[in-house]
């Protein structure tokens, strides 16, 4: 026994050797990244691989499907463990022809060399004029090629229980110190309820309030990043949202989308929710019994003007390795702009589609009956026109937002401040940078 | 009382006697072919991958420039491990993750032995049934026991927080102070009845001569669990403990089910979350030196405590 031990552990340490001996031979190779793709039209029939984490997408592929024979799109679901998948995936030479990439994390997958330029297509760069603007500025990163596709966006909106308003007397806030006044007179007229929760593990929901403040966070001059998470905007944010949770006048202990959400509106404990387009269908789905209740109305602003954020939202990127990039265009383009297609990621998935059109589709221009019938969609449009369309995401900005949710958490137990949670991203963002070699300094 | 121990083990040995088959070549192709489907997985999904993690953390991640540039990989040498040393995370998840072995592991195989004591004394009617209904959580996987007690833990959801309201408690189980505990109550649950088996195993074999001798020397019940029990099933004791070292510096399965409720479990709350972390954020070179540094604790830790406690035994 003893023997078989001793191999198998000088097996090991052979192995090992081998493998730093390997490690310190292996030379620099860097693989070009976007090279000239060709945009031929295949000879046959054709099947792409598309990864995403809409639900229903199925649907909407299985019409594609049917109505294409030669161009057949095999749909793969990764709601599990979304960026995972993709980051194993390119370093194992696998990706997909298409996979859903949200617009936070664009960036960090470029610097993964993950995309493929489909400008080479002419119907890619033709796409552009479908497309609200600033979604296609932050899909093609602001210059002429084409990694991305826009899916849809996250225009924010204030979503409010009418009934609870009217109980209490409250007026629709149209500023975030209106909001902070309703909140103030709801917790003084009945102490368990509350005008919202502040959900400290969701960067992203914080992240389009930064958003909606014109914070600027990450800048590209001068061969370098430029990075002032902890701008002034930024801090007037932090501030606000700090004296709510000092006050305790928002809830704390709730994570966004879980059980215990739900539970909670559904006590009649919390008043509004500050939220993104997809948004509506999740009321829909998981508060039937609210219908009615609910209206929706434009954000808070900081000022007079009006000024709105995004909050999540997605595009289908081209990945690198795409050897059917005339076919894939092909797809993305029905994909995200067709009206059937639109219409039914928008009734199935919750989907706001970032085409221009999509706001005019007649799905959208309808009444919603859940809401009262009211025309929500129309807030979300007004609101999509009114987002900052300068704001760019981080390279490393996954590691960034980690970071920032675990500065949050302390602040709501009272160990810290938000303040102190932006400057632990500000210093977390320039560590990543320097980890992943991107060259990157504080401030403007 | 101590040399019952050894004689045990003595015993075991003896019925092997496959000495006398050593050699000759067909037996050895025959050994071969018996021994093949243990190898294989074992080098393709233990050597190969643990390699691949050494080779990986020792290389870092160059760029060419522009604003995303064009990154490569090569030789770093050391740099990773020194980014390891000098990670403050890394060291508070490491002495969170030892508070959490130090009291968890002890109380689970107290409870454990307790528990393998008592059903293996004539008193205990219904044996099966409970041994059976001990183990049970063990059936359960790790990820699931770990949402079922997330759900008991829940303030605004759990019958459990309910009940104790009820009682005039208010038990805060997601709160600063006490989440790590709650992570440690699920574990404990999960682990308790598995290491309950092994100790009955061992319990199981002890001849029933020495407890009928005990008798006959007037020793009672408890004199015969503390003194003849428990001191003959210490290597089951010890093993368990070793496998509870390496189960506790692995933890993440709890922790990160709990941290979707609990704004009190960081991102980098066990050494495992920050490696899942960092490999996240595509820093999988970083992740891999993480790893190699866990496994090496590991291994010292638990061969550390193996080598103690054998030799304070005895063994």
Known sequence: MSNTVTRIRLAAVAAAAGVVVLAGCSSPAPSSDASAASCEPAKGKVTLQYWNTVPGMDKVVALWNKKNPDIQVQMKNISNDQYGTIGNALKAGKAPELAQVGYDE????????????????????????????????????????????????????????????????????????????????????????SITFFDPNNAEAFNGLLWQNSAQMYQYSGD????????????????????????????????????????????????????????????????????????????????????????????VAFMKGNKHLYESVKFNSWLNTDPEALALENKLGGLYPAATAGSKLPALSQGVPYYNNEKIFDVFADSSKNIDTDFSWGPTQKTVNLSLQDAMAKATAGKGTLDDALSAAQATALKSMKDQAIPATAGK | MTDIAPRATRVVESTGGRRRHRGGGPRARTIAAFLTPFFLPFVLFYLVPVGYALWQSFL????????????????????????????????????????????????????????????????????????????????????????????LYSPQISPLVDGLKGVGLHPDFLGPGAVLWSAANVSTWLWTGYNMLIMFSALQSIPQELYEAAKLDGASNWKIAWQIKVPIIAPSIILTTVFSIIGTLQLYAEPAVLRQISSNISSTYTPNMLAYAVASGNNYQQAAAISVVIAVITFVLSFGFMRLTSKKAGL
Not at chain 1, 153 to 161: D, E, S
Not at chain 1, 293 to 305: A, E, F, Q, R
Not at chain 2, 122 to 151: D, E, H, Q
Request: charged share 15%.
């Open chain 1, 106 to 193: 664009l960036p960090f997958l470029r610097t993964q060399n993950a995309f493929v330029d489909a400008s080479a297509c002419s119907a890619a760069t033709a796409a552009k004029s479908a497309f609200v603007p600033w979604t296609w500025s932050q899909a093609s990163f602001g210059g002429t090629g084409v990694f991305a596709f826009p899916q849809d966006t996250g225009p924010m909106a204030l979503y409010v229980r009418s009934d609870i308003f009217k109980k209490h007397g409250l007026d629709i806030p149209k500023t975030w110190d209106d909001y902070a006044a309703d909140a103030q007179k709801l917790h003084k007229a009945d102490p368990g309820l």
């Open chain 2, 60 to 151: 870092v991640v160059r760029r060419t420039g522009g604003q995303y540039g064009t990154s490569y990989t090569t030789f770093g040498g050391f740099e990773q491990y020194t980014k390891v040393f000098q990670n403050d995370e890394f060291w508070s998840s490491i002495g969170r993750i030892g508070l959490f072995g130090v009291v968890q592991v002890p109380v689970m195989l107290f409870v454990a032995l307790i528990m393998a004591l008592l059903l293996d004394t004539p008193l205990l009617k219904v044996k099966s049934f409970f041994r059976i209904t001990a183990f049970m959580p063990y059936a359960v996987p790790g990820v699931i026991a770990a949402i079922m007690w997330s759900y």
């Open chain 1, 224 to 315: 370098k990043w430029h990075v002032s998470v902890a701008s002034d905007q930024s801090k007037q944010v932090a501030d606000y949202w700090q004296k709510l949770i000092d006050a305790k006048l928002v809830r704390t202990d709730l994570a966004h989308g879980s059980t215990q959400m739900y539970t909670a509106y559904q006590k009649d404990q919390i008043a509004s929710y500050v939220g993104a387009a997809w948004g509506y269908s999740m009321f829909r789905d998981n508060l039937p019994d609210q219908a009615g209740k609910w209206s929706i109305v434009p954000m808070p602003t900081w000022g007079s003007n009006p000024a709105s954020g995004d909050w999540g939202g997605s595009t």
